[in-house]
């Protein structure tokens, strides 16, 4: 071979290597390890928070190859709470941790005078006789120790951070519940609940750039199931869960284009669909329940501009006839100053009984595109969500509907009843790089439309962030109320709009019912994945850069510690090399 | 290295490689050296909020007004402007005169500004300068510090360094919006009904004073109205009380006065004040625009504030209402009836609104109040009519934002909003003018209006535009009361409210009536005699006598089209070009499209002449008579404008209407397309569904807006048209189904390797009947339905007539087909198009303007049905694209050779068949193009070329933007057949723009300095602080400030 030939033949080889199949060293699959995306579960509830998800997901990538794969794990979220320190005002706050708790804050009895001390506003043992697990006046960070000053400025948060697997206070049980491999490079994880009669509670969908996959885990109780059991695989998902790579797997013969990265599933979970980086596609796969069957791909859309990497499954809306109206997703991009509506069309045509059903039974088209005028430049539009708390309301009523055992016909017509009573556009936030901001707006009204909207957004506002948006994600915060509650007094619920800003280390809070950024998160390095924790007032928040989780408070009951971090779970790792 | 030897070619020199890589840094060591890098450091970051104050080197505690600054000639008195930065809880000062930002303390690296305790919001200074209060928002952190002009700059020598402790400050109960100084005149301490307050606290350091009672500027307490908006009410602080507080401590504000904002919203059904062009002319039949009562449930949210005089305009964030405050004494509570927030275009919805702004009142009286409709898509401003509301202080209709005049000839306009491309940010008013002097009394006089008639004199006639127009009425001219928009996209918009020189800008021609707009849209003018003096215009010469008009975008150029000017009023390039898909049609065989007289609007029955302009060159048709008595335009001045398509020399041309600039977008590509597409681009999202057997199939597509998006016309429909063409009755089921839109297929099959056409039901497309049968069927659907190469040109079975148009669906049968063939066709169409194949839908029989605003007047209606909705909404009335051509009835029928059927055998034996025949009962026909059976009339006018009231008359085509005719040629006009053109000297809105200055801009706030006459614009993201020049409109500089 001629030298130059041997040096192709090398690149060639190198280039291969970056996505080993199966070669390389195994991956620590408890390790939280550049985590992208996190995913709560709906269907488990916690036995002491009621009506709290007692479960959460994480999805490790792997970014910088050291292992031949990654992993999801999963938290038991009920544990997670007990190493996370109580806000409080007042020690009246702190009676869920004992008789002997008392607040540490200025002027409560018991807390040390002396003024150099910094309170932390959490709830302490007032016993101040330090043990293992125990957080005292001394010790208000307990057996996890006070972080270095010097190292908050990476990762803030007061306290040091907890081992998952063997928590320091010793009293803790490991908070990981369970774990199975994947691929390298996944980019994030939604979770969806089967319906009713599945043999699973629900589901979980990961896309996988290594191996540009779509993996799918069925989960109970906070463990998974994919397979991981079928042979020496490294407890990773097997080939059966590992969707779009197989192109018999369809008659179209498609195979999933390289470099998914976001993806959404549509509020029956029956669709999935993916963008795929550098291609200019979507592709849409058909979720079957089954747990021996799963998504199928079954469209690839193209034709669109470059790097997609937004996406938001339209909630449900019923045409006029009583209908649902086809499933649909939102998609905003890098590369243009345009949203995209796509639009998941069936053949409805009377079969002859020959193979047409089986043959393009969904397509993915796109039915709609507006451009972004209400930003300066307006590409780069990274993170997009769509918030409808209407019609996520009927939603809501129709699962409790079907698991009650009510006849699934009779709980859907009570669902569109409902849906055609939502007159309200729903409101659609998009996180902007070109310049740094949160477009903020809702559908547009169109009597035109047969359900009476565009379902394309336009937006009424820009408002100003730091630089490196990233991410949308909608959740709630606990405000001072009435309506619910909990061991610290009454609260409510408020929606808010977090806007993960990767690049300035900021989460902005956004109040959409008052219109402003009412906090900002100091975040440790790369933020990236965050799930809302709103019924416990917490949200976790995966620092992609230092491989850990933060935990953020979110309960604006204790403004001293509101929007702050304070807890992390897993040792915070700089990546290798910026050791 | 042996390794990486062995990699390299046998023939490589590792000597040469050496003096390569020599010679390879040496060239990027020099590079580097001539590519310097310049990095912007942003002293500012996040930057919201701006107050001017003026600062005198004496730090009086008196402070200074604003309009003691700057002071020239020693430099004692500079403009400072205090900026918000949210990032990082301070207040930015930038020093306007020396044209710095000042570093408040140079001990720490990097730029200081004054810190505060939290969020900063809103910030004011009083009317005299000797203080500025801050809002400040955070858990727990909620106040108003005040900050005193003593102690902005930053601290001499000897003083302690500017922070937190350096303030006076107190801690509210809920966050702060936004804060108004007010002017007690009575100058009492605190209110009479006050609640009890703590004794007055004496400052221990008063390092930094602020003397508020002996400041200058109006008599009287200077008091706070601070909005609370999450407590739903506004509190009033006294300023002198907050500054006496000890710096550094955070005890409570003590409210002196609380306002709820609980006034009676009218729950009654309001009516909008509808001007007479938005007036249906049959009442009957449509629904008159009400808003209907909307019952509060949410509490009241105040926002911004807009302080005049004694009035205080409040937004609310919640309600569909602006509250009203009469301020004259703070301490009371008396609001006054709000203005009511509503929408004309969508009546149920609850407007509510962020910010607002108020205008002085103008030499004319009159008085506005700017309000952003913060839900609108995007955020748009309402107007509201403070004279108007005067005038009927009872009536609550009036209370309604503004319906405008002339929105039917505005389409990109709603008629009750100022609308722009991007969300509106927020609002100022600018009022100013800069005086000529009397040439009588050298005296200057401020808001004069310009005096256009010629046999006019006095000062108002200085303001006649020149002959070169650098000086009087023109564009640039900033001279009366005009409004700002600052939009999100980072530009801002100059709104006209009431210019001083509108009565100059205007064509030279006048129309003294009353009861009808002429040709330019003017009318109601003083004189009849035209504007000029002496052989000059006495006025601009513009196009339109719209080129101004109250509360809307304000033209950034002159509307004249002139070698001098450039071309700036509606203008074409050149005469609209003949094309045709097929082969070549001989000029006398095409189809014409050409200009034809106006009728003139007083209804006298006369003709004006068609005229157009191509660039600057005027052309008009002239009759000989016009000719010979050489008056204008036909008196030489012009070059003449043939309407006669039979003369083959005349050129396709068309007129273009100037009454409302407005509706022209800058420069455009029209088209004129025969059966043009209604739909572009294509859609790929459509599924065809039928029943097996079926003769009708539907085409369902959820999101393509069939009828308020793509205007789609089905056979019941168009029929309206057709009565208005003066089809009879008889014949319009025929000539409607043959003019009813089409779906045409334009995609192409499923890949030869798909397994669509091996497995699928692909192999059976060829019969769908026979499903048994193997076929390959790729090639039998390429056979019947041809395929994509020339999208031109495709196969007419593609085609399928709509039925019935919905707005998301199209009920639609194979276009001309009888039958059972219809059904048979469907299904093959099914099989050989499976899962939604690209699709267009094109107009049949007729021409379709495209490539431009394609406006329609088709909704949907009852059960979703596309129907013609302008006879009720009025803002289409000049809605339309589609044209029908004209016929002339003394051409031959026209006819083709086929075999006749009763012979299939025979080859030779043809029958000729007439495709068309120039006449009424024709179902393809548009107009016929002369009546020789006109009852009376021995010898027929040839009735070509068409004009005003000629039996033909009903086909020719106008909307806002074109006026023509189109005469079928003796060659029959084909799919695809167009003419085009272009058009420039559309309307462009006078703006300003952050851009030029950074691509990525927030712009947050806008305000403006009288005294500098400078309109200051605060950004989020690069800019930091920007000053235009409302002299130039452009940047001052240095500015922006970063």
């Known amino acids: 071979m001629r030298p130059l030939s041997r040096l192709a033949a090398l690149s060639v080889l190198l280039l291969n290597a970056c996505y080993p199949p199966g070669d390389g060293k195994a991956p620590p699959l408890e390790e939280l390890y550049f985590p992208t995306g996190l995913a709560l579960d709906g269907y488990s509830k916690s036995e002491i928070d009621q009506g709290a998800p007692r479960y959460l997901y994480l999805a490790n990538s792997d970014f910088d190859l050291q292992y031949r794969a990654a992993s999801v794990i999963s938290y038991d979220l009920d544990l997670v709470r007990k190493v996370v320190p109580r806000s409080c005002n007042k020690t009246a706050d702190c009676m869920a941790d004992g008789a002997n708790a008392i607040c540490d804050a200025p002027g409560v009895a018991g807390i040390p005078t002396d003024p150099n001390r910094v309170p932390t506003y959490y709830c302490v043992d007032s016993s101040d006789s330090p043990s293992r697990g125990a957080r005292t006046p001394s010790e208000p960070c307990g057996a996890f120790g006070e972080r270095d000053e010097a190292d908050l400025v990476l990762t803030p948060g007061r306290c040091n951070w907890v081992d998952p697997i063997d928590p320091q206070d010793g009293t803790t049980g490991k908070l990981l519940v369970h774990k199975v491999g994947i691929g390298a490079f996944a980019t994030d994880v939604i979770w969806r609940a089967a319906p009713t009669g599945s043999a699973h509670q629900s589901r979980l969908f990961v896309p996988v750039r290594g191996d540009s996959t779509l993996h799918w885990i069925d989960v109970d109780d906070g463990v998974f199931s994919c397979g991981q059991d079928n042979g020496d695989n490294d407890d990773g998902c097997d080939s059966l869960h590992r969707s779009g790579d197989v192109p018999s797997d369809n008659l179209d013969a498609l195979r999933q284009p390289a470099e998914p990265f976001a993806l959404d599933v549509s509020p029956d979970g029956d669709f999935v669909a993916i963008t795929n980086q550098t291609s200019g596609t979507v592709s849409l796969y058909d979720n079957d329940w089954r747990d021996d069957v799963g998504p199928k791909l079954s469209s690839i859309l193209g034709g669109l501009p470059l790097a997609p990497v937004g996406i938001a499954a339209l909630p449900r809306s019923v045409l006029p006839d009583g209908t649902d109206q086809d499933p649909g997703f939102l998609v905003s991009y890098r590369t243009a100053a345009q949203i995209d509506l796509l639009r998941v069309l069936t053949d409805k045509t009377t079969e002859n009984g020959v193979g047409r059903q089986d043959y393009t039974r969904h397509a993915l088209r796109r039915a709609g595109s507006i451009p972004i005028n209400e930003n300066s ?168 850069t230092d491989s850990y989780l933060g935990v953020i408070s979110l309960d604006q009951r204790f403004p001293q510690t509101y929007a702050t971090i304070v807890a992390s779970i897993g040792a915070p790792k700089a990546p290798r090399t910026s050791k | 290295m042996k390794l990486f030897s062995r990699l390299l070619p046998s023939s490589f020199d590792p000597l040469k490689l050496a003096a390569l890589g020599i010679c390879a840094w040496a060239a990027l060591l020099g590079s580097c050296s001539q590519t310097p890098i310049t990095v912007n450091l942003h002293a500012m970051q996040s930057s919201e909020n701006v107050s001017f104050v003026c600062h005198g080197i004496d730090n009086s505690p008196k402070g200074h007004k604003l309009d003691e600054c700057p002071e020239y000639e020693s430099a004692t008195r500079h403009t400072l402007a205090l900026v918000t930065q949210t990032a990082t809880n301070e207040v930015a000062v930038v020093d306007l005169y020396a044209q710095s930002i000042l570093d408040i303390d140079r001990t720490t690296p990097g730029y200081s500004f004054l810190r505060v305790g939290a ?101 009287g307490r200077r008091k706070l109205l601070v909005a609370l908006p999450n407590e739903h009410k506004l509190v009033l602080l006294d300023a002198q009380r907050l500054l006496d507080q000890q ?148 009536d609550p209709d009036f209370r309604t934002p503004v319906v405008f005049e002339g929105g039917p000839r505005q389409p990109n306009m709603a008629p009750d909003r100022v609308r722009f491309n991007a969300s509106v940010k927020d609002v100022s008013f600018v009022m100013r003018d800069f005086p000529k002097p009397d040439p009588i009394t050298g005296a200057g006089e401020f808001g004069i209006s310009c005096e256009p008639d010629p046999n006019a004199s006095g000062p108002g006639t200085e303001y006649q535009p020149n002959s070169d127009y650098t000086d009087g009425a023109r564009p640039v001219n900033l001279r009366g009361l005009f409004g700002f928009a600052l939009l999100t996209s980072g530009q801002i918009a100059v709104i006209d409210v009431e210019d001083f020189d509108q009565a100059c800008r205007r064509p030279v021609t006048t129309n003294q009536s009353s009861s009808f707009v002429d040709l330019h849209g003017c009318w109601k003018d003083p004189t009849s005699a035209p504007y000029i003096l002496n052989g000059q215009p006495t006025v601009t010469g513009e196009s339109s006598c719209n080129i101004i008009e109250t509360h809307r975008p304000r033209s950034a150029s002159l509307s004249i089209s002139s070698s001098a000017t450039g071309i700036h009023a509606p203008s074409l390039r050149a005469f609209p070009q003949f094309s045709t898909p097929g082969s070549t049609v001989p000029l006398q065989k095409q189809p014409r499209m050409m200009a034809t007289d106006f009728a003139n609007p007083d209804g006298s029955g006369a003709l004006l002449p068609a005229e157009v302009n191509i660039n600057t060159q005027l052309y008009v048709h002239c009759t000989e008579d016009q000719l010979t008595a050489r008056q204008p335009p036909c008196d030489g001045s012009a070059q003449l404008l043939g309407i006669d398509p039979k003369q083959d020399v005349v050129q396709n041309s068309l007129t273009l209407p100037l009454i409302e600039p407005r509706s022209y977008a800058q420069d455009e590509a029209p088209t004129l397309v025969f059966e043009g597409r209604l739909l572009t681009p294509d859609r790929t999202s459509g599924f065809l569904h039928f029943e097996e057997g079926a003769s009708e199939g539907v085409v369902s597509d959820p999101d393509a807006n069939f009828c308020g998006g793509a205007g789609v016309e089905d056979s019941d429909t168009i029929a309206e048209r057709g009565t208005k063409l003066g089809i009879p009755a008889a014949n319009l089921k025929a000539w409607s189904d043959a003019h009813a839109d089409y779906v045409q297929i334009t995609g192409d099959y499923p890949a030869d390797d798909s397994p669509y056409w091996s497995v699928g039901k692909g192999q059976y497309c060829a019969d769908p009947t026979r499903a048994n049968k193997p076929e390959v069927n790729r090639d039998a659907c390429i056979s019947k339905f041809g395929g994509i190469d020339n999208l031109s040109n495709l196969y007419a079975t593609r085609n399928l007539s709509i039925l019935q148009a919905y707005a998301g669906q199209l009920t639609v049968q194979p276009r001309n087909c009888q039958g059972a063939a219809c059904a048979d066709t469907l299904a093959e169409l099914a099989c050989c198009f499976p899962s939604g194949t690209a699709y267009t839908v094109r107009a049949s029989n007729q021409w379709v303007v495209g490539g431009t605003n394609g406006l329609h007047d088709i909704g949907s209606g009852a059960n979703g049905r596309c129907v013609h909705t302008a006879t009720c909404d009025l803002r289409k009335e000049h809605f339309e694209r589609r044209a029908f051509e004209i016929c002339d009835p003394l051409l031959p029928p026209e006819t083709h050779q086929e075999q006749d059927p009763a012979y299939p055998d025979d080859l030779t034996k043809t ?78 809105p006078q703006a300003m723009s952050l851009l030029p200055l950074s691509s990525t801009v927030s712009p947050q706030s806008l305000g403006y300095l009288p005294e500098l006459g400078y309109l200051s614009v605060v950004d989020a993201s690069t800019l930091g602080l920007v000053l235009f020049d409302l002299n130039s409109l452009g940047v001052v500089p240095p500015s922006p400030y970063y």
């Not at chain 2, 203080?131 to 302690?160: D, M, Q, R, W, Y």
């Not at chain 2, 913060?374 to 009519?385: E, G, H, K, L």
């Open chain 2, 119 to 219: 969020k900063p919001g809103a910030i004011v200074t009083t009317p005299g300068g000797a203080a500025s209060f801050v809002g400040v928002s955070g858990l727990g952190k909620n106040g108003i510090f005040a900050l005193p002009t003593t102690c902005i700059l930053p601290p001499g020598e000897g003083e302690p360094a500017r922070d937190l402790t350096t303030w006076a400050a107190c801690h509210l109960s809920s966050a702060p919006g936004d804060i108004a100084v007010l002017v007690d005149p009575s100058e009492r301490e605190t209110c009479l009904n006050a609640p009890p307050l703590r004794p007055p606290s004496h400052r221990v350091d008063d390092a930094c004073k602020a003397d508020l009672t002996a400041e200058a500027g109006p008599t």
């Open chain 2, 247 to 394: 710096p550094g401590s955070f005890g409570e504000c003590e409210p002196e006065a609380s306002f709820a904002l609980d006034v009676d919203v009218p729950n009654i059904p309001l009516a909008p004040v509808i001007p007479d062009d938005l007036k249906p002319k049959e009442s009957d039949m449509c629904a008159v625009t009400s808003y209907p009562a909307q019952p509060v449930s949410e509490p009241p949210t105040p926002g911004g504030f807009a302080l005049m005089g004694d009035r205080v305009y409040v937004a609310d964030l919640t309600r569909p209402l602006v509250h009203v405050l009469d301020v004259s004494d703070p301490c009371t509570d008396k609001e006054l009836p709000p203005l009511l927030p509503r929408s004309y275009t969508m009546p149920d919805r609850v407007v509510t609104t962020s910010r607002l702004a108020v205008s002085p009142l103008s030499p004319g009286h009159k008085q506005f109040v700017y309000a952003i409709d913060q839900d609108d898509q995007p955020a748009s401003v309402m107007v509201f009519d403070l004279a108007r509301i005067a005038e009927h202080p009872g």
């Open chain 2, 911 to 988: 029958i000729t068949v007439t495709d068309f025949t120039c006449a009424v009962n024709d179902p393809n026909v548009g107009c016929v193009g002369a009546s020789p059976d006109r009852p009376g009339t021995q010898n027929p006018r040839p009735g070509i070329p068409v004009l005003p009231g000629y039996p033909a008359s009903p086909c020719i085509f106008e909307n806002l933007t074109s006026r023509f005719v189109v005469y079928r040629g003796p060659q029959p006009s084909i799919l695809g057949m167009g003419f085009n053109w272009q058009t420039s000297g559309g309307f462009l």
């Open chain 1, 377 to 544: 430049l307006g590409f780069d539009s990274r993170g997009i969500a769509i918030d409808d708390p209407a019609r996520a309301a009927c939603e809501a009523t129709f699962a409790d509907c079907a698991s009650s055992g009510s006849d699934v016909d009779t709980c859907k017509a009570e669902r569109a009843t409902c849906l055609r009573a939502v007159h309200e556009q729903s409101k659609v936030y998009v996180a902007s790089r070109a310049p740094a901001s949160l477009l903020v707006g809702a559908m547009t009204a169109d009597v035109n439309y047969p359900d009476g909207s565009t379902w394309l957004p336009s937006f009424s506002n820009s408002l100003a962030l730091t630089f490196g948006p990233s991410r949308v994600v909608m959740g709630d915060v606990k405000v001072p109320g009435t309506t619910q509650q909990d061991s610290a007094g009454s609260y409510d619920l408020e929606r808010r709009v977090f806007v993960i800003c990767f690049d300035s280390r900021r989460i902005f809070v956004y109040d959409p019912k008052r219109r402003l950024i009412e906090a900002i998160v100091s975040t440790g390095r790369g933020p990236h994945a965050l799930a809302v924790d709103g019924t416990r007032g917490l949200a976790y928040l995966g620092h992609f």
